[in-house]
């Protein structure tokens, strides 16, 4: 055989080999790729360097950017979220929720307050990791082992962080509220007739505490 046909055999013989590198690499790197962006692989979220400034990047809608002259966007009462981690105090470390690799896309969802949203208790976990505690002058919250602490119901069904505006605090509004549940309780309450007592100007609150435990003695 010349030394030409010799090149040109080898030449072929190399080429079937790489050839078959890359069908058994390709596949290989494609799957390693797709395991690389399951959840379960991910690296841990960290909170943001940009905070709050960066989630209004995306989410600058006035239902959020109220949340800065609500309570909790005070930032001189150390207890407020956005003197702390900002909307991340709340919603979670958003480090791979606002990653740049993907848009954020296929990356874990932040906290969503709402009916249908993150599980009861993982929103619930996140309002009592400061409503629990003492704040100030305002005293821990009671939630767990009450009556409304039955794994259905959310922080959220009856507050709203994102409003300057505590309609719990007005009692029309909060006895409409109560209402959404006990509307037959509201409704067939005793209003006391006689007593000197306007029942119907009083808020559900003024003698229920949805937040007392509850205890063996029977109901609050």
């Known amino acids: 055989m010349g030394e030409v046909a010799m090149r040109k055999m080898l030449m072929r013989e190399t080429a079937k080999k790489v050839l078959l590198c890359l069908l058994v690499v390709l596949p290989l790197a494609g799957f390693m790729s797709a395991e690389a962006q399951k959840p379960g692989s991910l690296p841990s979220p960290k909170f943001t360097e940009k905070g709050t400034d960066g989630c209004?990047?995306?989410?600058?809608?006035?239902?959020?950017t109220v949340v800065a002259d609500s309570p909790h966007g005070n930032k001189d009462n150390p207890h407020t979220p956005y003197a702390q981690q900002g909307c991340e105090s709340c919603h979670g470390k958003g480090s791979l929720h606002s990653s740049r690799a993907r848009g954020g896309h296929g990356f874990p969802a932040l906290i969503q307050f709402k009916r249908r949203g993150s599980p009861v208790a993982e929103q619930n976990g996140?309002?009592?990791?400061c409503h629990a505690k003492d704040m100030?002058?305002?005293a821990g919250m009671d939630w767990t082992g009450?009556?409304?602490d039955n794994g259905?119901?959310?922080c959220g069904n009856c507050h709203d962080s994102h409003t300057?505006?505590?309609k719990m605090a007005r009692q029309t509004d909060q006895t409409r509220t109560c209402a959404r549940c006990h509307r037959a309780d509201v409704q067939d309450h005793p209003r006391f007739a006689g007593k000197g007592i306007a029942f119907d100007e009083l808020?559900?609150?003024t003698c229920h505490d949805v937040h007392q435990?509850?205890?063996a003695a029977g109901r609050p």
């Open 56 to 64: 209004l990047e995306c989410h600058a809608g006035s239902k959020m």
């Open 213 to 215: 435990l509850f205890s």
């Open 126 to 129: 996140a309002c009592l990791d």
């Open 152 to 154: 259905r119901i959310t």
């Open 146 to 148: 009450s009556l409304h």
């Open 164 to 166: 300057t505006d505590n």
């Open 203 to 205: 808020k559900c609150s």
């Open 136 to 138: 100030g002058s305002l």
